[in-house]
């Protein structure tokens, strides 16, 4: 079985920065595309970012691209989300996904989120 376990949420400053982690048990993680989603309150669950089993493709929302880097440690077993110039509209809880085909919200694998919350 599959599971999935963010961390590195936390508060932080406009402007600021953090990078999220997300490790994952079960299966074989080069196999799988991972990526990051965010749920703000009240607004439904949206794409943040998509990485390649072989780190060969990353893809972004276009509303973050230039802030958010996503990457992965395959020797780790963990992807990474980091997150750069911070703005009060990027507060949400952070999920991490993982699918063996396309990633999208219908992705098999979650992990149980983390809260990041940026002050202005």
């Known amino acids: 079985q599959v599971q999935l376990a963010e961390s590195g949420g936390g508060w932080v400053q406009a402007g600021g920065s953090l990078r999220l982690s997300c490790t994952v048990s079960?299966?074989?993680?080069?196999?799988?595309?991972m990526g990051w989603f965010r749920q703000a309150p009240g607004k439904e669950r949206e794409f943040v970012a998509q990485?390649?089993?072989?780190?060969?493709?990353?893809y972004y929302a276009d509303s973050l691209k230039g802030r958010f880097t996503i990457s992965r440690d395959n020797a780790k077993n963990t992807v990474y989300l980091q997150m750069s110039a911070l703005r009060p509209g990027d507060t949400a809880v952070y999920y991490c996904?993982?699918?063996?085909?396309?990633?999208?919200?219908?992705?098999?694998?979650w992990g149980q989120g983390t809260q990041v919350t940026v002050s202005s």
């Open positions: 079960g299966g074989s993680f080069s196999l799988y595309q």
């Open positions: 990485i390649s089993g072989a780190s060969t493709y990353t």
């Open positions: 996904a993982s699918s063996l085909v396309g990633l999208t919200v219908e992705a098999p694998y």
